[in-house]
């Protein structure tokens, strides 16, 4: 059974910096897409970074712009993990942050960013920017 587990949610002023991990279990996402999505309050669920395989050694990150210079997408194949550290947070940065893993290993630009591109999900972590 697949399970990936967020951690590193928190309050923090704006300005400030958290550090969110994801650890997967059940299988390894060594060359699969993985990704952060975040959900504010009334809002949808909305694309925040991914890291995806590029053949050989390399890996992509592609963000949504409201994060780019801010927030760094990273992995961890030997933990088989997946972290997203946010700097400068804003009040609107506010909102439950999810992990998300890719079943599939080539993923392009026009799909890294959709929520149905991703097969399993976390449980979600609380971050609020307080003012």
């Known amino acids: 059974q697949v399970q990936l587990v967020e951690n590193g949610g928190g309050l923090v002023q704006a300005g400030g910096s958290l550090r969110l991990s994801c650890a997967a279990s059940g299988r390894t996402f060594n060359r699969n897409a993985m990704g952060w999505f975040r959900q504010a309050p009334g809002k949808e669920r909305e694309f925040v970074a991914a890291?995806?395989?590029?053949?050989?050694?390399?890996?992509?990150?592609d963000y949504v712009d409201s994060v780019k210079g801010r927030f760094t997408i990273s992995r961890d194949n030997a933990k088989n993990a997946v972290y997203l550290q946010m700097n400068s947070l804003k009040p609107e940065d506010t909102a439950v942050y999810y992990c998300?893993?890719?079943?599939?290993?080539?993923?392009?630009?026009?799909?890294?960013?959709?929520?149905?591109?991703?097969?399993?999900w976390g449980q979600g972590t609380q971050v609020t920017v307080s003012s």
């Open positions: 890291t995806r395989w590029g053949g050989g050694k390399t890996y992509y990150a």
């Open positions: 998300a893993a890719d079943e599939d290993t080539i993923v392009g630009l026009t799909t890294i960013g959709v929520s149905d591109e991703y097969d399993y």
